[in-house]
């Protein structure tokens, strides 16, 4: 089944606690993104990669981290989480350039609270 | 202007009814255009692509006015089941080459 995948689904931790959230797809596309939703605000960019090695801020990057090694795979880094990037996560990927190539899929989301 | 802009409802409508609503987009030189489903705290799943004029899939017709710069949305014989957010996405023409999301239009279907 063709699908992204994120984990943890779910996160409680406390402020300056490194952590990761994994995604990964199984698609074999190009551009993978990491987003925020909050209340009022909508869907907030805060990384994308166009490409192995190749990654560029978003929207609100501050805070934030990504590296993509390989294809599948683009986890999003929170190296001293604080209370304000408490939010819902979500990962996507879409193939790449071209009219269908925006067609973003997402995964399930991960909440974050960060106490 | 808004990159993306939507009106956040909600739009409360009785089942059976037809609905529609708009999205307005700021750069005319835009190609891409989508329409998202999102059910609360779950991910936005597409719901439709527009890529000419327009574009239809059973109950469900999205439309392209380009010269007024504006996508709709409209939903025929409205189900329950169709109560949810509805996003849309438009790809940022310059150097970025990525998808800007309005914040989503609320709808709910009354029994």
């Known amino acids: 089944e063709a699908q992204v995948t994120q984990n943890p689904r779910y996160l409680i931790t406390v402020t300056g606690k490194k952590l990761t959230v994994t995604c990964s797809q199984n698609?074999?596309?190009?551009?993978m993104s990491w987003y925020r939703q909050d209340p009022g605000l909508g869907l907030r960019q805060i990384y994308y990669s166009m490409n192995v090695e190749v990654t560029d801020k978003g929207d609100v990057p501050e805070g934030y981290k990504v590296s993509r090694k390989e294809k599948r795979n683009f986890p999003l880094i929170l190296e001293s989480p604080s209370p304000n990037q408490t939010s819902l996560y979500f990962c996507a990927s879409n193939p790449g350039p071209g009219l269908a190539g925006y067609e973003q899929y997402f995964g399930p989301g991960t909440r974050l609270t960060v106490t | 202007r808004k990159e993306v802009e939507q009106d956040p409802g909600p739009f409360n409508v009785p089942e059976g009814a037809t609905v529609a609503f708009n999205c307005t987009y700021s750069n005319s030189a835009s190609q891409s255009f989508f329409w998202y489903r999102q059910d609360c705290r779950k991910e936005p799943k597409l719901l439709m692509s527009v890529y000419s004029s327009g574009n239809e899939d059973g109950r469900f017709t999205a439309q392209l006015n380009r010269a007024s710069q504006y996508i709709s949305l409209l939903i025929r014989d409205s189900k329950l089941s169709d109560s949810a957010t509805y996003l849309c996405a438009v790809n940022k023409v310059n150097r970025d080459d990525k998808i800007i999301f309005g914040k989503g239009t609320r709808l709910h279907i009354l029994p």
């Open positions: 698609m074999n596309h190009e551009y």
